[in-house]
């Protein structure tokens, strides 16, 4: 299956500072990836969808210039967290289509972020 | 509104079988998705259902009923490392995912 990889899988950092994660598809090209951030013990909640190449599109109720999303180029979108607070504390999780029959998502391996 | 449920949590012994029910609701049907997830991990893709039907991988099955909004994941010989969340996901009309709250399986020696 396709290979996708995320990075840094930990980060804390001190509150009001900014965070830059990184997706990659390491061996076919997303012109879409997706943006998740999941709770403990609560489901995935979509974020962003990125689009290679043209604005994001965000999800109802996130905040756009608090969450940047770059999707410069068919293999790597990125995902600023801007003055992060506490509350932005959470698990953070990219993914891409595949291209096989069924689309699955194949997804990074995720982004703890801990906001002291 | 459009919602995904399944049970919260279940508990099952090591080399028996688990079946995890999903039902859903929602505007437009392209597909049924499950995915494992282990703790502090990203999810997996186990499985897809577009027809109705019994889908088998392995000592994984997925089943879908179309008109009943319902499916099930159905887990045989189980081991401890099948202790996950396993997630139901539903393509709707726009062809987004819509997520269920994922179902905790515990097995036990």
């Known amino acids: 299956g396709a290979v996708v990889s995320q990075h840094p899988s930990r980060v804390i950092c001190k509150s009001g500072t900014s965070v830059k994660i990184e997706c990659r598809s390491l061996?076919?090209?997303?012109?879409?990836m997706f943006w998740y951030r999941q709770f403990p013990k609560q489901s995935l909640m979509l974020m962003a969808t990125?689009?290679?190449?043209?604005?994001?599109?965000?999800e109802q109720g996130v905040e756009k210039d608090k969450f940047l999303i770059n999707h410069a180029s068919l293999t790597l979108s990125t995902l600023t967290v801007t003055s992060a607070h506490p509350e932005d504390s959470s698990f953070y999780i990219c993914?891409?289509?595949?291209?096989?029959?069924?689309?699955?998502?194949?997804f990074g391996e995720g982004s703890r972020l801990t906001v002291l | 509104g459009q919602n995904i449920d399944q049970p919260t949590e279940m508990t099952a012994t090591e080399g028996a079988i688990v079946q995890i029910n999903c039902t859903y609701q929602t505007s437009g049907f392209n597909g049924l998705f499950w995915y494992q997830q282990h703790a502090g991990e990203a999810p997996t893709f186990l499985s897809y259902?577009?027809l109705d039907g019994l889908e088998e991988k392995g000592r994984f099955s997925s089943f879908l009923s179309r008109s009943k909004g319902y499916s099930y994941l159905l887990l045989k010989e189980l081991q401890m490392k099948d202790s996950a969340s396993y997630l139901c996901?539903?393509?709707?009309?726009?062809?987004?995912?819509?997520w269920g709250a994922g179902t905790k399986l515990i097995i036990k020696p």
């Open positions: 993914s891409a289509q595949g291209t096989g029959d069924w689309g699955e998502l194949f």
């Open positions: 061996d076919f090209q997303a012109t879409t």
């Open positions: 259902n577009v």
């Open positions: 996901a539903v393509k709707g009309s726009n062809y987004q995912l819509i």
């Open positions: 990125s689009n290679e190449g043209s604005k994001a599109t965000y």
